[in-house]
């Protein structure tokens, strides 16, 4: 095809193009406008419908008003004939009973009366549904307010209750029919005796008017169609005549355009167009100039990101500019990746930074435990903190968390706190085993002081201390600024390490205790030994002296014997013959 002919079928294109789209826009408006001069008549006639319900409603409101005032003048006069419930009850019988005979809107209109308590009231007077009277109103039959679904009765006393006033629109059967039409009712509280008086209408009506209107609507639409359409096409058959005189003088400008082209097409870098035509040659150029200006701020955008410049700002030529966005996507996708990388070794050198507080003081519980609050709450930038380890009773019942070291503004704030299993949000983290994180505080749950005042944080966080599924303890830290995910994971992390320390530095107390207890037994017991080993010697000293007097006594009892005998043998021999 010939460029003439190019030229012919682009200018009819271009001709075709914009009629089209100014003839669907033209639709469109006036199809919008219409709809919208439809929703205005809408939205008016159900404003006026309102209007009318509530001055319906107020009538039936004033009645009840003056019979009220005439209860109260009657309870004030003290007329003793009868007591003043009954006189009460039987004033508001006969108001019920005055509001349930008035019927308006050609005998379609009525009141209904009930009490304003939640969750759901009682209907003190229907006066088309008799058999509702006492009835609390909580069947699901009654769930067919129109956006929610809600129960309509419900609905009303919320918003009776709240703003003493309140529209419902719901859909229910009409009587007489079996259709399914909408129906607005309008409420009014009468605080004195938490009545909520009611009214209704159904809405038939206005949706009847507004579709006759929306067929009128569509005649002169169509009408406004045809003629847009034939406008359109007389445009369309001039522009084609006059395409052929102007085409000879259009080449030259394509040609340019064609050669700019093919230099773009084989990368080379090339200037812009310079062009005073303000036809669509001269759109074709302006858009011409724009891609080479596209081109260039790409080169210069990826020259960029080749350094590492990963914040140069870059605008893509239009929403559908595949290549800026792919561009875009790419810088943004670097980006994330040296931010999470960012990330990674922020946390890495936190735990390696929390590593070198857990080593260095592996001794003392306490003295770890006021290190590894002040590290961290340093190192997550937070304002306060508090450590809390689990001290296990000879009772499980007995077991409690003992808050060990506690951490505000670069100072040591030493509290004695002791907090039960299950007790607030500490203590329910030990029994949970999961992270706490609250971004909305519990009001004068803690505050973070200073010498110049004290303020609520804007958030907390509460992780467990859990090394091999059991709960060493707890880390609870408050900060004004809200803590971000990688940091919220990089103190999970942390939680599981010192969990580990806390362990192993108990497990060595515990072992030095029952060392110190047993070098100190040993020594009572050597001590037990020694003065045993004395008794024994002086008991072996006791005994011998008792051997050597036992010697002694069967010596001399020899000797007393050997001294008898001889004795008695003395005796014999002195003795005279006559005697024998």
């Known amino acids: ?10 200018i009819s294109l271009v001709l075709l193009v914009p009629s089209i789209l100014i003839s669907s826009i033209a639709i469109y408006k006036i199809k919008s406008q219409a709809s919208s001069d439809i929703d205005f008549y809408r939205v008016d006639e159900m404003n006026k419908l309102k209007l009318y319900i509530k001055h319906i409603t107020d009538i039936g409101y004033g009645l009840v008003e003056v019979n009220y005032k005439q209860l109260q003048d009657s309870l004030a006069a003290g007329d003793s004939s ?10 508001l019988d006969r108001c019920l009973e005055v ?10 209109g009525y009141f209904w009366i009930t009490d304003n308590k939640l969750p759901f009231p009682t209907m003190l007077m229907h006066a088309e549904k008799k058999n509702l009277k006492g009835a609390v109103l909580d069947d699901a039959k009654y769930n067919v307010e129109k956006h929610t679904g809600k129960n309509i009765y419900q609905l009303r006393a919320e ?9 419902v629109e719901y859909t229910m059967k009409k009587p007489g029919t079996d259709e399914v039409d909408n129906k607005l009712s309008y409420s009014r509280l009468f605080a004195p005796l938490g009545w909520i008086i009611s009214t209704g209408f159904y809405t038939d009506q206005i949706e009847r008017s507004i579709a006759a209107k929306q067929e009128e609507v569509n005649k002169q639409i169509g009408h406004v169609v045809l003629v847009i359409l034939s406008i359109t096409a007389i445009i369309l058959i001039t522009g084609l005549t006059i395409a052929f005189y102007f085409s000879a003088r259009l080449t030259q ?15 080379e870098q090339t200037e812009e167009v310079v062009s005073s035509r303000k036809d669509e040659v001269g759109e074709m150029t302006t858009s011409l100039n724009m891609l080479v200006k596209g081109l260039r701020s790409y080169t210069s955008f990826a020259k960029e990101i080749g350094k590492g410049n990963l914040v140069q700002s870059f605008e893509p030529l239009s929403e559908s500019d595949i290549l800026g966005n792919e561009l875009l996507d790419m810088r943004n996708n670097l980006k994330k990746a040296a931010d999470e990388k960012n990330v990674r070794d922020w946390i890495n050198e936190g735990m390696a930074s929390m590593g070198d507080v857990l080593r260095k003081n592996s001794a003392d519980t306490k003295e770890l435990a006021h290190d590894i609050i002040k590290s961290l709450i340093k190192y997550l930038k937070a304002n306060q903190g508090a450590l809390f380890l689990v ?6 019942n007995d077991t409690y968390l003992e808050q060990v070291a506690t951490y505000a503004y670069d100072r040591k704030k030493f509290m004695t706190k002791k907090v039960g299993m299950g007790e607030g949000l ?10 706490i994180h609250l971004v909305e505080i519990p009001k004068n749950y803690v505050t973070i002081t200073s010498g110049l005042g004290e ?7 509460i992780v467990p201390l859990i090394h091999n599924d059991e709960v060493f303890g707890v880390i609870e830290i408050a900060s004004f600024s809200k803590l971000l995910p990688h940091e919220i994971t990089f103190t999970e992390k942390v939680a599981e390490s010192i969990a580990s320390t806390v362990s192993t530095v108990q497990i060595n107390e515990r072992t030095k205790r029952l060392l110190e207890q047993s070098q100190q037994m040993s020594e009572e017991l050597k001590a037990q030994e020694e003065e045993l080993r004395q008794n024994q010697e002086e008991l072996q000293a006791t005994q011998e002296q008792m051997r050597r007097r036992q010697v002694e006594l069967e010596r001399e009892n020899e000797m007393l014997k050997q001294g008898r005998s001889s004795a008695n043998t003395k005796s014999t021999d002195h003795i005279p013959a006559e005697a024998l």
């Open 1 to 10: 095809m010939k460029l003439k002919q190019q030229i012919t079928l682009l």
């Open 82 to 91: 009868v007591s003043a419930e009954i006189l009460k009850k039987r004033m």
């Open 99 to 108: 509001l349930s005979g008035i019927r308006f809107d050609k005998g379609e």
């Open 159 to 167: 918003l009776c209750n709240s703003k003493g006033e309140g529209y």
């Open 253 to 267: 400008a394509i040609l340019t355009i064609k050669e700019k082209l093919q230099q773009l097409a084989s990368g």
């Open 391 to 396: 001290v296990t009773g000879d009772n499980p």
């Open 426 to 435: 500490v203590g329910q983290c030990v029994l949970e085993k999961a992270t």
């Open 455 to 461: 303020a609520q944080p804007e958030t907390i966080l």
